[in-house]
């Protein structure tokens, strides 16, 4: 056994998979693609008021 330290989750595939979620949602829910793109605008927008806000360091 190597003494390296422990491999870690690929972090990008776990992103991804918590953005995609609510889309996958929001898509299910309204029975088309339309409504993910409206969840996707509203997740755009509120990523910018929140950083336009200054609390950009708390919100990833």
Known sequence: ???GPPPRPPIAATLTALLTT???LAASIGRGYLAAVA???????SAQVIAALGFDACFP
């Open 1 to 3: 056994m190597s003494g």
């Open 22 to 24: 609510p889309l996958a």
């Open 39 to 45: 969840a996707m605008f509203v997740m755009l927008f």
